[in-house]
C-alpha cells in the first residue's frame, strides 16, 4: 500500500501541516524543504499560502501564547516564539500580552506545585527555581513564592 504523504503535492503537505496546528513561515520551510523538487517552489507556495491567510505569524504568536501561557513565563514563551521564527512584531505582542497576567499565571503554577509556603530557605530556593526554569521573571517568583501576591490581592 502507497504512503498516503507520499502522493501529496507539496503544497498539499503544507495544507495538511496546516490543519493541524498553527505553523510559522520558517517552521514549514523546516518541515517541507527537504520534499522540494525544483529551487523556489516551495517559497513560492508558501507566498501563495500567506497571501491567502493560511500563514500568519501573529495566530501562531497567539497559538503558542495561549497553549503555553498557562505553565510557563513570558521569557519562555518568547523563547519558544524566537525558535519558531515569528516575527519580532509578533513577539512583542505576545510578550505584552503575557506580562500582563503573569503573577497570576506564577501564583497558580506554584500552587498546582507546591501548594503551601516553604518551611525553611531550602525549600524556598527550590521553589524560586522550578519557576525560574518555567521563565518566570525574578520579582514576579519573589512575589508569588514569597507570598506577597496573596497579600497584595494579585492584581
Known amino acids: 500500500m502507497l504512503n498516503p504523504l507520499a502522493t501529496l503535492s507539496l503544497k498539499g503537505r503544507a495544507l495538511r501541516?496546516?490543519?493541524?496546528?498553527?505553523?510559522?513561515?520558517?517552521?514549514?520551510?523546516?518541515?517541507?524543504g527537504s520534499s522540494e523538487t525544483e529551487p523556489g517552489e516551495l517559497g513560492k507556495i508558501l507566498d501563495e499560502l500567506?497571501?491567502?491567510?493560511?500563514?500568519?505569524?501573529?495566530r501562531v504568536a497567539d497559538s503558542l501564547a495561549y497553549r503555553r501561557?498557562?505553565?510557563?513565563g513570558t521569557a519562555r514563551v518568547v523563547q519558544e516564539l524566537k525558535a519558531k521564527g515569528v516575527?519580532?512584531?509578533?513577539?512583542?505582542?505576545?510578550?505584552?500580552?503575557?506580562?500582563?497576567?503573569?503573577?497570576?499565571?506564577?501564583?497558580?503554577?506554584w500552587r498546582r506545585k507546591f501548594g503551601s509556603p516553604a518551611t525553611n530557605?531550602?525549600?524556598?530556593?527550590?521553589?524560586?527555581?522550578?519557576?525560574?526554569?518555567?521563565g518566570f521573571a525574578p520579582e514576579v517568583i519573589r512575589r508569588a513564592v514569597g507570598g506577597s501576591?496573596?497579600?497584595?490581592?494579585v492584581d
Open 17 to 32: 501541516a496546516l490543519a493541524s496546528r498553527e505553523y510559522s513561515r520558517v517552521e514549514l520551510e523546516r518541515k517541507l
Open 50 to 58: 500567506a497571501a491567502k491567510g493560511f500563514i500568519n505569524e501573529q
Open 69 to 72: 501561557g498557562a505553565k510557563l
Open 87 to 109: 516575527d519580532a512584531e509578533a513577539v512583542a505582542q505576545a510578550a505584552s500580552a503575557l506580562k500582563a497576567t503573569e503573577l497570576e499565571r506564577a501564583c497558580e503554577v
Open 121 to 134: 530557605a531550602a525549600e524556598r530556593a527550590k521553589q524560586m527555581r522550578f519557576l525560574a526554569s518555567r
Open 149 to 153: 501576591a496573596a497579600e497584595d490581592g
